[in-house]
């Protein structure tokens, strides 16, 4: 699961942040602390599931699940076959 933290800070790191923002571990909170918003989410969920083959139900892709690196990669660990 460690490199699939890797993948998934580098890629908010790359489309989220900007060059002088602080850099982010994988407990900094992202839609609460307003590195991520709603829009983004969408585009994150999308590069998951398609990084890893899988689909992640909307029901599934909260706010909650979403907030920091480490939440997601037990969201998406649930769905990796």
Same mark, same amino acid.
Do not use: C, H, W
């Given at each position: 699961?460690?490199?699939?933290k890797?993948?998934?800070?580098? !890629?908010v790191?790359?489309? !989220?942040?900007?060059?002088?923002?602080?850099?982010?571990?994988?407990?900094?909170?992202? *839609?609460?602390?307003?590195?991520?918003?709603?829009?983004?989410?969408?585009?994150?969920k999308?590069?998951?599931? @398609? =990084? !890893?083959? *899988?689909s992640?139900?909307?029901d599934? #892709?909260?706010?909650?699940?979403?907030?920091?690196? @480490?939440? *997601? #990669?037990?969201?998406?660990?649930?769905?990796v =076959?």
């Open positions: 699961m460690d490199e699939m890797d993948v998934i800070l580098e !890629y790191t790359e489309e !989220y942040l900007e060059e002088d923002d602080d850099e982010i571990s994988f407990d900094t909170p992202l *839609i609460s602390g307003g590195i991520v918003d709603s829009f983004s989410m969408v585009s994150l999308r590069f998951l599931e @398609n =990084k !890893y083959s *899988i992640i139900p909307d599934k #892709a909260t706010p909650e699940a979403f907030d920091s690196v @480490n939440k *997601i #990669a037990v969201l998406v660990q649930e769905f =076959k």
